[in-house]
């Protein structure tokens, strides 16, 4: 069965410094993988889509994520935080062409000043 | 250019009741999904509606029902309620063609609690 784990639950980084947060998928086929933000009060927003091509994907508010197939991961990156981007981030899986997504449990992100 | 909107914003209910929730897709969109969020975990597929007819549905009781109107907007019904209901639900819209490779946008959801 697919599936999509976040294996941390929380984070807490200090503004300026980078961020990782790492999602692992399990899919039979070649997986269309996403990255979303939710703001409390807000509905999720998407960061980035990786569907093939370009393993380095870039996203909005200067994220981006890299596939490896070989590891099955879809890590989503930022070099410098900034306070606004504490947040909760889901990494999701497109489970069929017609956009049934699959979400992890999330990982709550804390930016410290 | 409104985004997704939903309505009611919050909403509580007691155990056994009926609730109907709202949404109302982007402009341009005519396919609309909705999840729902249970605290502290990720959203999970209900259903999706595309052309007033449900086209996929996720692993979801029968209690949980749905409607697209010609307009496209789109309301989730739950019946007999339970506490396990409480959760944020959450309306997606996307383009005509509704495939993975078009971007879903989120509306802000609606926190039902059931007590």
């Known amino acids: 069965a697919q599936s999509v784990t976040q294996p941390d639950i929380h984070i807490t980084v200090s503004e300026g410094a980078s961020l990782e947060l790492r999602c692992n998928y399990s899919y039979g086929a070649t997986p269309y993988l996403f990255w979303y933000v939710q703001s409390p009060g807000q509905g999720l927003q998407l960061l980035l889509k990786?569907?093939?091509?370009?393993?380095l994907v870039q996203g909005i508010k200067g994220f981006e994520a890299e596939f490896k197939r070989s590891q099955s991961s879809f890590n989503l990156r930022k070099p410098s935080v900034h306070w606004s981007d504490a947040a909760e981030y889901f990494c999701a899986v497109g489970l069929d062409s017609w956009g049934k997504l699959q979400f992890g449990a999330g990982t709550q992100v804390v930016v410290t000043p | 250019d409104a985004g997704v909107t939903q309505s009611p914003t919050h909403l509580i209910k007691t155990r056994g009741q009926q609730v109907t929730l709202r949404c109302s897709p982007k402009?341009?969109?005519?396919?609309v999904s909705w999840y729902q969020q249970a605290l502290g975990q990720g959203p999970q597929f209900i259903f999706q509606?595309?052309?007033?007819?449900?086209?996929q549905r996720g692993n979801f009781p029968d209690r949980f029902s749905g409607h697209q109107f010609p307009n496209y907007s789109s309301e989730l019904n739950v019946n007999a309620l339970l506490l396990g209901d409480s959760a944020l639900y959450l309306c997606a819209s996307s383009l005509p063609s509704g495939s993975v490779a078009d971007t879903q946008y989120f509306g802000p959801g609606t926190r039902l609690t059931v007590l």
């Open positions: 990786y569907f093939s091509g370009d393993t």
């Open positions: 402009s341009g969109h005519d396919t």
């Open positions: 509606y595309y052309e007033e007819e449900e086209r």
